[in-house]
């Protein structure tokens, strides 16, 4: 086995969470990205992860994970420490700074009680406002 293999903070893309005689417990950035991803969609006001719906929704039929390192960026730090980007479009109406505190808070909450790790940043970016009903046809074009 190489020395980056056996060095657990050398693999990218995942955060060393248990050492233990046993081996170690790891988390990809996926997943964060994941649980980040679920917590801000719950959030009232959120329309969708900013992006192209079209292209996303292709992506995501295929399996592919690449749709999320656009409209969510995970920066692992040492120490459990993880700094959260999440880009999305918001519905009409909502005031943006409580939306985006609403998802800064439910980010935090569900990465930290699910992970065990420290969220030490959420930056939410809000790239665009949209209509509801806009947001409704936007799923019904990719059906």
Do not use: C, Y
Request: proline letters at 1%.
């Amino acid at each position: 086995m190489s020395d980056t293999a056996r060095d657990p903070e050398v693999r990218s893309g995942t955060m060393v969470l248990n050492d233990n005689e046993l081996g170690d417990i790891r988390i990809h950035e996926s997943v964060i990205a994941s649980l980040a991803r679920r917590a801000t969609l719950s959030v009232d006001g959120v329309s969708r992860l900013a992006g192209s719906s079209l292209v996303d929704n292709i992506a995501e039929i295929v399996g592919s994970r690449r749709m999320q390192s656009r409209n969510i960026n995970i920066v692992l730090g040492e120490q459990s420490n993880v700094a959260i980007e999440v880009k999305v479009v918001m519905k009409f109406g909502f005031r943006i700074p409580e939306v985006a505190l609403n998802i800064q808070k439910a980010v935090i909450s569900e990465v930290e009680s699910t992970t065990d790790m420290n969220v030490t940043d959420v930056h939410v970016i809000v790239q665009d406002i949209e209509e509801e009903n806009a947001a409704q046809d936007n799923s019904a074009d990719s059906k």
